[in-house]
């Protein structure tokens, strides 16, 4: 069921120029919906709040996320490593301490 919409026209080309201009508009945008038309509006008040949310949120979490990347501690790395399948001497080896002490980490 088609819709009564007005599409955007291009920018005229101008023949004293070499190179067209740009359209302000994309061809195909929609500008103004007709009267009684059933979809007035590209997307609903709730897919925008959505997108808002997250446009705010995951910059959020990813600076929480990049600050405990910075100041873990080498306990909580050495966990980290163990659980990526690391062995004790090879996380001993990358932080340069005793294998004991990696262990004793492990333990806690």
């Known amino acids: 069921m088609p819709h009564n919409v007005t599409i955007a026209k291009p920018a005229p080309i101008y023949k004293e120029l070499s190179l067209s201009l740009p359209c302000i508009l994309p061809l195909g945008a929609m ?10 509006s590209p997307c609903c008040h709730r897919q925008m709040s959505l997108s808002i949310l997250w446009g705010l949120l995951l910059p959020l979490v990813l600076i929480i996320a990049l600050i405990d990347l910075a100041t873990m501690g080498q306990e909580r790395r050495i966990r980290i490593l163990k659980r990526c399948g690391h062995s004790q001497q090879a996380i001993a080896n990358r932080f340069g301490i005793t294998r004991y002490r990696v262990r004793l980490a492990l333990a806690r």
């Open 31 to 40: 500008i103004r919906a007709q009267q009684g038309s059933p979809n007035r």
